[in-house]
């Protein structure tokens, strides 16, 4: 892999409680590169987008707080950086499509108004230069009538639309990295697969890094190069996106595997479910915090809390169990 673009080391976040601190991310590292796109998958609750939430200075403080570690971006930590720089950063060079559009765009703006913003404010546009590239921007995302939809309101779309309003805003000014969560919930499967070739079609065009984080394994490996999956607010395996699919290494992300349909079967065989619930936070297990639900659990499992270690040179899992690494 090239230079990283950005490199979070060992991050922590926690949010306060009354029973005290809850870590939602714990001791979290993984680099990006320019013109790579990165998956982190896991479940809700699992810590991905409380980890990018954080990287952008969105988490509200209190009652969260950065417990640990440092994000370092174009010789800066951005986790270091105050409001005001990291409103320089956000929405230029730095872009992120959030999971809800509805919470997201502000109710009371057109589209027009929340399209333009950005544009005249970090690339210096004036009120036509911005509704130009507005059109073409909801023209790129699939939207109709752009030029007459610019003057709606966000109530007015459709939840998949407002997902597409989202993208365009985000991709506006051609960020250096983009932060996706759950870009392609809202939208059907033809959209989709356009929303996907155009995030491919600007990584090609600007060399773009994208954080994709997603649910759904087959966006995964549509796009990504390397895959990140999460548990209980830690990283459990690292790797190629193909070697993943291929051979995972962790019993997580084998179960997560396992639990979506292939185009391979005949139907006839039921889906495998991983057993129990993800843990809460606050109450998490002693040991590695995946053994209450892990078929392939030891003794050690029970009273150690395993690191994330290399199993090759671009592969890391944390695991005591033996699954056949060979």
Aim: aromatic share 4%; hydrophobic share 40%.
């Amino acid at each position: 892999m090239s230079k990283p673009l950005l490199s979070v080391e060992n991050l922590g976040v926690g949010f306060g409680t009354d029973d005290g601190m809850l870590d939602a991310v714990r001791g979290v590292s993984f680099d990006v590169a320019a013109g790579e796109t990165v998956g982190i998958v896991g479940e809700s609750g699992s810590g991905k987008s409380v980890t990018n939430l954080a990287m952008m200075g969105l988490i509200p403080m209190p009652p969260g707080k950065i417990t640990s570690g440092r994000a370092m971006f174009d010789n800066q930590d951005l986790l270091a950086l105050s409001q005001d720089q990291l409103s320089a950063i956000r929405g230029r060079r730095i872009a992120m499509i959030f999971q809800d559009p509805m919470t997201a765009l502000n109710p009371f703006l057109t589209v027009e108004d929340q399209l333009t913003e950005v544009t005249r404010l970090h690339l210096g546009f004036n009120r036509r230069q911005a509704t130009e590239h507005a059109i073409e921007m909801l023209t790129q995302v699939g939207i109709s009538a752009p030029e007459k939809r610019l003057q709606d309101y966000p109530h007015q779309f459709s939840g998949g639309m407002r997902q597409r309003v989202m993208i365009a805003m985000a991709l506006s000014c051609n960020p250096e990295i983009l932060i996706a969560d759950e870009p392609t919930t809202a939208l059907d499967v033809t959209i989709q697969a356009q929303i996907l070739d155009l995030l491919k079609k600007l990584q090609r065009e600007h060399n773009t890094a994208i954080i994709m984080i997603t649910h759904d394994l087959g966006v995964v490996a549509n796009i990504c190069h390397r895959v990140l999956v999460m548990y209980a607010g830690r990283i459990v395996e690292k790797a190629p996106v193909d070697q993943l699919f291929a051979k995972p290494q962790h019993p997580y992300t084998q179960g997560l595997l396992a639990s979506i349909p292939r185009w391979d079967q005949d139907g006839s065989e039921l889906l495998k479910a991983i057993e129990g619930q993800p843990p809460h936070l606050a109450e998490l297990p002693t040991g590695c915090a995946f053994h209450p639900r892990c078929p392939h659990k030891v003794d050690r499992c029970l009273g150690e809390d395993p690191r994330l270690e290399s199993t090759s040179t671009e592969r890391q899992r944390a695991c005591f169990v033996d699954l056949n690494l060979s």
